[in-house]
């Protein structure tokens, strides 16, 4: 019966040059056998490759921005506090009891998260997926970092002087690129594979001593810094901010490893911290003219010293250096898909049979709910805000 159906709202993205999309045509049948309509907001898909029409063959209805902040669950690419001029003009249109779920940087941006629960939505931060084997195809933060990590390598290769394969050729032997990736998360390790096909010779390095296998299964040299950062990894297996003298020791040995290199792609993160700082001023004037740095944790601070967020930055030395913001969005067809698939995965565990269910016993829903009857439930977000608000 359709009074019985959940109503799926899909809304423009309006973060200043956001193409992604939260949901893609392909994912609707699904979503409709679990009982759950979608009406997306007209263009809504398009910058991603996905235009109306497509929607509406695939069952979709097509409709205002108001018609979209009416439905029971509002997915977004990015909610709340990581949108924070436009998202804005979307709080008014919040409603008591109201899902609404994406991608919300719930530590950095607590206070959009306040605004959340000061309107009494139901509000799910996707970027707190948890890392368990369940959640595995709901997990946002790793299907966008797989675009971050192949597409840094592109930027790197496009603005480098050299080739990154090697050439035998009767004008010469052209030796192959040297990249270097720091951060062997996710989206370095896609760096790493990306920077292989194309013919680099690559090394990588992360302070957690278990990302050493995967470097190498990658075909990429393991850097040893000569480093004890002891207990590195917290419980879900990121990162966890190390002291000043441990950062300061691995500025140190950072600089020799970067001088040898083309390429330098910095990945490097701490959930919710300020990214560490890798890359000093000093390290930069050692490198090669031409050298290429492209830092992924821009939007964080970055890992390079001289990284200014979406600018490029030329060095007396002739180093240039990137600091991207939003590379998923340049690849917004397959980031959107993956996206989409994930945000799918995570609404068939809410709504079973055309029923919403939110079973806060269950390890996913406890992870990614941050808001609810007027609430901040998360204690990380809670603690986050108190530090905001002692600033
Ligand atoms: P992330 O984006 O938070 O950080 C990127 C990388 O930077 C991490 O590998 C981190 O160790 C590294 N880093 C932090 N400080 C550093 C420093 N000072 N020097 C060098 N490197 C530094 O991490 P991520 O990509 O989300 O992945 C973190 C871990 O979680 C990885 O082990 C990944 O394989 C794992 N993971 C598990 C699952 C799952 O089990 N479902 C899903 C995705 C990722």
Redesign the pocket.
Known sequence: MDTERIVVGVPRETFPGEARVALVPAVLPQLSKAGMDVVVETHAGEDAGFPDDSYVAHGARIGSREDVFGADIVVQVRTCGINPEKGRDDIHRFRPDQIIAGMADPLVCPVGIQQAADHKVIGFALDFMP???R??SM?V??SQ?TTIGYKAVLLAADRLPKMFPMFTTAAGTVPPAQVFV???????LQAIATARRLGAVVQG????P??QE?IESLGGRAVMLSLAPGD??DQ????KE?GEAF?KR?QELMAQVVAGVDVVIT?????GKKA?M?ITKEAVAGMQPGSVIVDCAAERGGNCELTRANKRVVTENHVTILGPTNLASTVAYEASQMYSKNVTAFLLLLVKDGQLLIDEEDEIIKGTLVTRNGDIVNNRVIDALKEVQDD
């Open positions: 890392r368990i084997t959640a595995q997990d933060l790793s970092a720091i951060g062997a998360g996710v989206a370095g390095y992360d302070v957690r278990a990302a995967d590195a990894e879900s297996g990121y990162a190390l950062y691995q990945t490097a993160l701490i959930p560490p890798l």
